[in-house]
């Protein structure tokens, strides 16, 4: 694809319940990125991935939240228990390498409400 | 707590007006200064990004005013178009690949 993708676009969930949040970034981009943005706030790093170094995950806001990447490619959000507190818009961004000189491209979105 | 703050939370410009969003910082290690827009449904595009080496960046109408010594800058919005209506968030960087966000500036440009 041209872009970075992300599904679903929308997700509706009990307390309670675990989600996966998928995110398809664009061929040959080497960095990966994960955040959240809640309402009325900006955007809140969770977690990145560069190549097959170790993701750097301390922006995830409690261990109900964890993310990997496999094969270097489609990486999956879950989280566990999810609380109301979650909802948010769930932004998966991606660049050619990691560092400010590389553009993030970000992909659409999952929102989650979580009921 | 949010290492870089924003405002307004929203403003209103007229047609052909200029919008001018302001953002302040603290960390004094930051080094890049990217302004991103978000359309309703859409994830955020880079608009136009500055180093502290130069005090300001113009690309097209839009314009970034950066001051080291207060630790603020600006996006200046000339000739604003109905187009231009988005959310735009700044951002800040310090050699790494993080980013700390705002928590964005609502721009509603009236007809």
């Known amino acids: 694809g041209a872009g970075v993708s992300q599904s679903p676009s929308n997700k509706v969930t009990e307390k309670g319940k675990d989600v996966e949040l998928r995110c398809d970034p664009i061929?040959?981009?080497?960095?990966l990125y994960w955040y959240r943005q809640s309402l009325g706030q900006g955007l809140e790093f969770l977690i990145y991935?560069?190549?097959?170094?170790?993701?750097?995950k301390s922006g995830l806001p409690s261990d109900r939240f964890s993310a990997e990447r496999t094969g270097g490619s489609v990486s999956t959000l879950t989280i566990q228990r999810t609380q109301q507190e979650d909802s948010a818009v769930y932004l998966c961004?991606?660049?050619?390498?990691?560092?400010?000189?590389?553009?993030?491209?970000f992909g659409p979105g999952t929102r989650l409400t979580v009921t | 707590q949010q290492q870089v703050k924003q405002s307004p939370q929203s403003l209103i410009v007229q047609k052909g007006g200029i919008s001018i969003i302001n953002c302040a910082y603290e960390n004094t290690a930051f080094d890049y200064f990217p302004w991103y827009q978000q359309f309703p449904g859409k994830g955020p595009a880079l608009l136009i990004a500055i180093r502290p080496d130069v005090s300001e960046k113009k690309e097209g109408r839009f314009t970034i005013s950066f001051n080291k010594s207060a630790k603020q800058f600006s996006l200046h919005i000339m000739d604003s178009q109905p187009g231009d209506s988005a959310t735009y968030f700044c951002a800040a960087s310090g050699g790494d690949y993080k980013l700390s966000f705002g928590a964005g500036t609502t721009v509603t440009v009236r007809a």
């Open positions: 061929s040959g981009h080497t960095a």
């Open positions: 991935f560069q190549g097959n170094s170790a993701p750097d």
């Open positions: 961004a991606s660049s050619l390498a990691g560092g400010t000189s590389y553009e993030q491209y």
